[in-house]
């Protein structure tokens, strides 16, 4: 079965990939993802604090906590990071010089600044593409979703400026209109987008007054709103699309893929259950199609978007209604009325 994709370029023999995550500060993890059949790894991002205030990341946080989710919850200390800036592109060598698959850096920032330089350091490094990630909760009242916007794009162009790469931009689902800003974004120079960046809610601790960090990992439930994007993003973008959140059976990248999804990202599903979950998925999902009837992932990808869809407005206010009216009560709740 051929379960070929292109993404970024790239012809990958399938679309599953292991994301971003700590398993790429550990060389051993990175090679038995690879031997289980990854067909790219994601390195987890190097942020701009690191970068612009390596040697004072707790004083430079103070005037930046509009920044990042996480700094509106805590301030990290170096030792919070695995890798400084010398230490990641250090390690970007290490994971080339042991892996043949592609190898996808990330930078993590808002501002169109200086730490920018360091994509061009990436590019040099050997990364065979680069995420930007715009992970940001702004909570400044006089911050207008317009000029939010603008800084990415202008982020964008920066890196477009000083790479060679392709560029994919990592983004949240909290846009206002987010189907007119991935146009932008690829207008902009992006050559792909990845739905979505996970919100990280922390809980507060009432006993302590504390904030509680935990960090859960994902579910099946959380792949829902993704399908939802790339099912109306997929027709309209001249772009790679990649999933990441969600993914944990075959059945769930299927989805993706149906929607419109080039590239499907792995974490939860490898961290709670090894590296050989991406052999088990990829046989899988052959046997899914063979049984079905296709011949190739290519003749199921993009085959459940909006593009047969003459006004997908409506169609997206009738199923939301449809999904409202849907709900019936149980036999027993209606026996003891």
């Known amino acids: 079965m051929d379960l070929s994709t292109r993404y970024l370029g790239f012809t990958l023999p399938h679309p599953l990939m292991l994301g971003a995550s700590p398993l790429v500060d550990d060389l051993d993890a990175v090679r038995r993802a690879e031997d289980a059949g ?68 990330s930078l993590n920032g808002v501002t169109n600044s200086g730490w920018l330089e360091y994509a061009r350091l990436i590019d040099q490094a050997g990364a065979d593409a680069l995420e930007l990630n715009v992970y940001r909760v702004t909570t400044s009242p ?52 990845v739905l979505f960046n996970r919100f990280y809610q922390p809980d507060i601790d009432v006993e302590e007054l504390e904030v509680d960090h935990r960090l859960e990992l994902s579910n099946s439930s959380e ?54 979950r991406f052999t088990e ?18 003749e199921m990808q993009k085959s459940m978007n909006l593009s047969r869809c003459p006004d997908p407005a409506v169609y997206e206010r009738a ?6 009216n849907s709900w019936v009560p149980s036999r027993a709740r209606q026996a003891a009325r």
Not at 72 to 101: C, M, N, S, T, W
Not at 290 to 295: I, P
């Open 142 to 193: 006089d911050q207008r979703a317009e000029a939010v916007e603008r800084q990415t794009l202008e982020m964008l162009r920066s890196v477009k400026s000083h790479t060679k790469i392709p560029v994919a931009v990592k983004l949240s689902p909290f846009y206002t209109a987010l189907a007119n800003f991935a146009g932008q974004l690829v207008d902009s120079g992006a050559d792909g987008l």
């Open 281 to 298: 998925l990829r046989a899988e999902i052959g046997a899914w199609l063979e049984a079905h009837g296709y011949h190739s992932l290519a």
């Open 223 to 276: 792949l829902l709103l993704r399908l939802r994007w790339l099912a109306i993003l997929s027709p309209q973008v001249k772009a790679s699309l990649a999933v990441t959140g969600g993914v944990h059976s075959a059945i769930d990248a299927i989805k993706a893929v149906m929607t419109g999804a080039d590239g499907v990202q792995l974490v939860s599903e490898i961290l709670k259950n090894g590296p050989q």
């Open 38 to 105: 990854a067909a790219a790894i994601v390195m987890h991002s190097l942020f701009e604090e690191q970068i612009t205030a390596e040697h004072d990341l707790s004083r430079k946080l103070e005037g930046h906590e509009d920044s990042f989710a996480e700094a509106l919850y805590f301030r990290p200390h170096r030792r919070e990071f695995a890798l400084g800036p010398e230490g990641y592109l250090e390690q970007l060598r290490r994971i080339k010089d042991a892996v043949r698959v592609p190898v996808i850096a």
């Open 319 to 324: 199923n939301y209604m449809r999904v409202l």
